[in-house]
């Protein structure tokens, strides 16, 4: 027997036949399910983008729906404020027309019905 070959470098070399012979088969076992665990994880990728994707989308319409809610509330304002003046000149007009008075010597009732007839006339033949 060589020098070299002392008992521990023989135990070494054992244990390193031993070693490399139970990574084999510990590969062999495990390989399947490392295998099926790498495709879980493609699938898991597969799930993050698609539902990534979807969000985008989702951001995009939620966006586009904030933008037109933002119209609708600044045409609502116009719209308001549009009516509010025809209010306040409806009620100057309408102050204008309550603070007339009934010429002296005609019936009050005979001078309002001519006035309202009037006002009538003017407001049907307004665009």
Do not use: W
């Not at 490399?20 to 493609?42: E, H, R, S, T, Y």
């Not at 994707?53 to 600044?74: C, D, F, G, V």
């Not at 008075?101 to 006035?115: Q, Y």
């Amino acid at each position: 027997m060589p020098s070299f070959l002392t008992p521990r470098v023989i135990k070494f070399i054992l244990f390193l036949m031993v070693f490399f012979a139970g990574m084999g088969v510990g590969i062999k076992f495990m390989q399947p399910k490392i295998d099926d665990l790498n495709q879980l994880i493609g699938s898991y990728k597969n799930s993050v983008e698609n539902l990534k994707a979807l969000t985008a989308e989702q951001n995009s319409a939620i966006e586009k729906l904030r933008a037109q809610a933002k119209a609708r509330a600044e045409a609502a304002k116009k719209a308001v404020e549009a009516a509010q003046a025809d209010a306040t000149n409806a009620n100057k007009h309408a102050a204008e027309i309550l603070a007339k008075k009934a010429p002296v010597g005609i019936d009050p009732c005979t001078a309002a019905s001519a006035e309202l007839d009037a006002e009538l006339k003017t407001e049907r033949s307004a665009p």
